[in-house]
């Protein structure tokens, strides 16, 4: 839960832009590159506090094949970290009288948790091969154990003459809050199918880490996949992508997972697209 108290961002953006691609929808050759930094604090009006540094970076290059197909290479690569002025837990709040009660997971996470990076489909931060906002770091993983009671009555000619109470347990798993740094790689094949079609084969690697010091190869989630885009007429670009996500959060509701085995599964997404947010 977050802090349920109000949240009011008031905050500076300054941003670069730089772009020399030679076509907006599909280059073959060029670079985009953007840097964004925002500042929040109280002194502007708002309640939260906090600076967050964004940079990304796409280069484009034309590939060997059919002239007429029009292949290109992009590589991509996003950066971005947030930091709350030195506060060493800016998660959580302190528990609420009424919830003395309950565990240190229960407590309410404060209005600046939002601003964390929480990776995965085809969010802000997407990454496609995986559910939207599922990639967070591992210590942020929470595993719930919630167990729920049902009161069973026996009647005979609809007059009650016993009744029993019968409990049942699961898991959740929550995926929140995000990393303070995240970190997104992207090598994509784009072609020509025919007009105005183009398909694409794409590779990805990301993560988001609360410190710097936690980055490991093995920590990123990678995935494979292959695309389609369409420009249409008053919609504009939009897209199709299968991706095979090789770390997945692996859930089951009968026992709780090990946390070295959260990020273990394998499987299949498939990922509408509309706009051009790859």
């Keep these: 839960r977050i802090d349920p108290s109000g949240r009011t961002t008031s905050s500076i953006t300054m941003g670069l832009t730089r772009n020399s691609t030679d076509h907006p929808l599909y280059p073959h050759a060029g670079a985009s590159t953007s840097l964004s930094a925002e500042y929040a604090s109280k002194l502007l009006g708002g309640n939260v ?7 990304e970076n796409k280069s484009f290059l034309k590939s060997p094949g059919i002239k007429a197909m029009k292949p290109a290479f992009m590589l991509k690569t996003r950066l971005g970290a947030v930091d709350f002025f030195g506060r060493k837990d800016p998660l959580r709040v302190p528990l609420d009288p009424a919830d003395s009660g309950k565990g240190p997971n229960d407590r309410l996470y404060s209005r600046e948790s939002v601003e964390l990076f929480q990776l995965g ?4 931060w997407g990454l496609r091969g995986y559910d939207d906002f599922s990639i967070v770091p591992l210590d942020n993983v929470i595993v719930r154990k919630v167990t729920t009671s049902q009161v069973i009555t026996t009647t ?7 009744s029993s109470t019968q409990d049942s347990t699961y898991y959740t ?15 994509e094949h784009q072609f020509l199918i025919t007009e105005p079609i183009h398909g694409l084969v794409f590779a990805e690697a990301g993560g988001t880490w609360n410190d710097i010091k936690e980055f490991t190869w093995p920590s990123l ?36 997972v090990p946390r070295d085995e959260l990020y273990t599964k394998g499987g299949w997404k498939f990922h509408f697209l509309f706009g051009r947010p790859f």
């Design 121 to 124: 489909g085809t969010t802000s």
């Design 221 to 256: 989630h990678k995935s494979l996949g292959v695309g389609l885009r369409m420009e249409i007429p008053l919609l504009g670009l939009v897209g199709f992508d299968y991706a095979y996500g090789f770390n997945q959060l692996k859930t089951d509701r009968n026992h709780a």
């Design 49 to 55: 506090t906090f600076q967050k540094y964004t940079l």
């Design 156 to 162: 005979v000619r609809g007059v009650p003459v016993s």
């Design 173 to 187: 798993y929550d995926t929140f809050p995000g990393g303070k740094i995240f970190s997104t790689m992207t090598l």
